[in-house]
């Protein structure tokens, strides 16, 4: 590796979290002590929502067109084909606008990663933990408050299984809440983290190699537009799984 060039700190400088940002053929923006990128990303991304469904999303429109369609047909797909199936029809509905604020949200800051002008804040494990977080206190309250506390505490006792089994199965069932929420935050951390560290590693290979590494730039690309799926993919799987371990602690039983 050349001693002029580290490949390494090209990549690390990128992707992790800065009080700076870097705006392309501009020089740096100096960001507030309380503030940091990926924060600021988070920001950005709630008030892009907010102006979405505020002004873009047409309320009052009887046959729904063009972006409103699309919004109401993911609206509807996350309300039928996950919040109700995985929950129940009453709860799941309940929850719908929960579960789409968390995919928009992740599906936002998802793409906004792929435009040279922001940072990829779902790349950042204490982004995904926090909104892993939630999940977890949905599980944890949201099923106190529908069942009450012994709800709660029969939802780490299968029917059926003796008693002498149960002290060991409750406490594994009980770490489970958290190794399912903490899986969560893994998995959206890491695959947005991937990707993007396998596209900087290509570009960077120009700036190592120089023209003879040109073909890289056509495969980052290539892997950019794959990229582009894996950004609604994980959005969608956030959502599903969050969803199914709600719906596993609201209803025990099944």
């Known amino acids: 590796m050349s001693t002029s060039f580290n490949l390494e700190k090209y990549i690390l400088h990128h992707m992790q979290d800065s009080r700076q940002w870097q705006l392309p053929f501009l020089p740096p923006l100096q960001l507030p002590s309380f503030l940091s990128l990926h924060g600021l990303m988070l920001i950005i991304a709630a008030l892009f929502l907010v102006a979405l469904f505020c002004f873009v999303y047409d309320k009052k429109a009887r046959v729904p067109r063009r972006f409103t369609n699309l919004l109401e047909a993911l609206v509807i797909f996350i309300r ?10 009453e709860d799941g509905r309940r929850m719908t606008p929960f579960l789409c604020t968390m995919f928009f949200f ?18 950042n494990p204490n982004v995904t933990g926090a909104l892993a977080f939630f999940t977890l206190c949905f599980m944890i ?3 106190i408050y529908k069942n009450g506390f012994k709800g709660f505490q029969k939802a780490f006792i299968p029917a059926g299984v003796p008693k002498g089994i149960l ?10 809440l958290f190794i399912k929420t903490g899986a969560l935050m893994i998995r959206l951390f890491a695959n947005m983290l ?31 537009v794959l ?5 609604f993919l994980q959005a969608y799987i956030f959502t599903l799984l969050t969803a199914v371990f709600i719906g596993q602690m609201y209803h025990p039983q099944h």
């Open 80 to 89: 039928d084909e996950i919040a109700i199936k995985s929950i129940g029809k």
């Open 106 to 123: 992740i599906l936002t800051l998802n793409l906004m990663g792929l435009i040279p002008l922001f940072a990829t804040a779902t790349a």
């Open 167 to 176: 002290i060991i199965l409750v406490p594994i069932e009980f770490l489970g």
């Open 227 to 231: 990229e582009v799926f894996i950004a």
């Open 194 to 224: 991937a990707g993007h560290m396998v596209i900087f590693a290509m570009l960077g290979l120009v700036l190592l190699l120089g023209l003879v590494a040109l073909p890289s730039v056509l495969l980052a690309g290539c892997i950019g």
């Open 141 to 143: 309250f949201g099923t």
